[in-house]
Each structure stands twice: as structure tokens, then as C-alpha cells.
């Protein structure tokens, strides 16, 4: 039953933007082939476009959720979890492409524990993910016009009430206004920087050292998401949701 109004809710939100770098004609035709099943045709459409977009140096968190959406119901779950990650990644927002990650993720086969953190970091991260980094900059100019406001009536407004409360209220505004600035940065540090990878190959060994001979310390298979330490030659030193790290070969990771 929960698949089944997963299916549903795949293809009713399926959505398609009409992108200026990229023809009507192709997106039409992708969705066209996403609602009659071919998949893999889809996914080919859908493909081109975002190649086009990142020519231009663009990217679309539409584009990326519906060729999530058409990996998912063609039975690729490694490139689906990469394609929402980075619908996320534009869009961290977007209740549809969290739901949708959400569920891919129990398609996997590592049910990884993460590892405890400090409840305050979850919520510093609740809250920072309600937007994206344009959306959080917009925010603090909204404030930091409205901080004026405040200091104008605390500086020149000669009623007593007026001025404390222009006063205070100007504190709580600053407060906001420099939070929403670090959740501005932090997003577009998240973005340009992305050090966040999905295991791609249906099974990886996972070693002590960026040696193909040296000690396998744990297996990882497709869809599982990692976080990248650094690169050494050919290998990545990856890092795993309950704090395990060990080297990987770049060839079996893909970059979200």
C-alpha cells in the first residue's frame, strides 16, 4: 500500500519546468515517456537537458527530481538517491524531494545508524535546510532594512515607549539578520563545496589505506550516501554515517 501511493505520488508531482537552454519539445517528450513507462527513455531526455543546463553553468532542482523519479521507477536506486540529493542540494526545502529521498533510502541495503550528535546541531540544521542559500540571502537584507527601521525611530523619535521597544525589537532583528546570514553561507558553502557522494557499484570493499591490497574493513553497497575527507590518487577517504572511515576507489562514488 505504501509503495502504491508512492507510485502515485511519483507521477502526480512529477514536474517539468520549461527551462530557457533547453527545447519544449524534449521535456514534453521525456515526461511523455515517463507516463507511458519507458524509463530509460526518459532518463536519456532528461539527461540531455541537465547536460545542456550545466553547460551554461546552471542546474534545476526539477530537472534532478524527476530523473530521480525516473531511475526510482526504473529500478536504479543508486542513481535516484544521487538525483534527489542534488534536487536537495538547490532545493533543501522541498518536502516533496526529501519524501521521495526519504523512501529511497529504504531500498538500500546498509541500514547505517548515525552516529549520536548534539541535539542543537539537528536543529541548527532543521532550520538552515527550510531554504536555500538565495532565499536565506534575500531573508537577511529583508532584516537588515528593518534593523535600520529600528535604529531610525530608537535615534530620532523622541517618545520613551517608542524608542525601548524600537530598541529591543532592533536587537532580536539583528540577532536574526546575522543567523540568517550563516545559514546563507553555510548553504552556498554546502554547494560549491560538496564533499557528499552516493555509493554507485552494487557492492564496494572499503579499506584501511588507498591500496587495493590493503585490509578490507567493511563492505557499502549501492545507494549508500557518504561524505568525502580527501582524495589521495585514484582513492577518496570516505567517511560513513556512524563515524567508520576507510578508502574507497573514485570509480565506485559519484559526486553529488
Not at 589521495?232 to 559519484?254: F, L, M, Q, R
Amino acid at each position: 500500500m505504501v509503495r502504491y501511493k508512492f507510485f502515485l505520488l511519483l507521477i502526480s508531482s512529477l514536474m517539468v519546468t520549461l527551462l530557457t537552454i533547453a527545447s519544449p519539445d524534449i521535456l514534453d517528450e521525456a515526461s511523455e515517456a515517463y507516463r507511458k513507462g519507458d524509463y530509460k527513455k526518459s532518463i536519456e531526455l532528461y539527461e540531455k537537458v541537465i547536460a545542456e543546463h550545466l553547460a551554461k553553468g546552471e542546474e534545476s532542482p526539477e530537472l534532478y527530481y524527476n530523473l530521480g523519479n525516473a531511475y526510482f521507477r526504473d529500478n536504479q536506486i543508486g542513481k535516484a538517491i544521487l538525483n534527489y540529493n542534488r534536487a536537495l542540494l538547490l532545493s533543501p526545502g522541498d518536502s516533496d524531494i526529501r519524501h521521495n529521498l526519504r523512501f529511497a533510502n529504504t531500498r538500500i541495503e546498509d541500514k547505517i545508524v548515525p552516529s549520536n550528535r548534539f541535539f542543537l546541531t539537528d536543529w541548527f540544521n532543521s532550520i538552515q535546510n527550510l531554504f536555500n542559500s538565495n532565499t536565506w540571502g534575500i531573508i537577511a537584507i529583508g532584516l537588515f532594512f528593518l534593523f535600520l527601521g529600528c535604529m531610525g525611530i530608537f535615534l530620532f523619535v523622541r517618545i520613551l515607549w517608542m524608542r525601548k521597544s524600537a530598541f529591543y525589537t532592533g536587537i532580536v532583528i539583528f540577532v536574526l539578520m546575522i543567523a540568517a546570514n550563516v545559514f546563507a553561507f553555510n548553504q552556498k558553502n554546502v554547494r560549491i563545496h560538496r564533499n557528499s557522494a552516493v555509493i554507485m557499484a552494487p557492492a564496494v570493499s572499503i579499506r584501511t589505506s588507498p591500496d587495493p591490497n590493503s585490509k578490507e574493513l567493511f563492505q557499502l553497497h549501492e545507494g549508500t550516501t557518504v561524505r568525502i575527507r580527501k582524495t589521495d590518487g585514484d582513492w577518496y577517504e570516505i567517511e560513513i554515517a556512524n563515524g567508520s572511515v576507510g578508502w574507497i576507489p573514485k570509480d565506485y562514488i559519484e559526486i553529488i
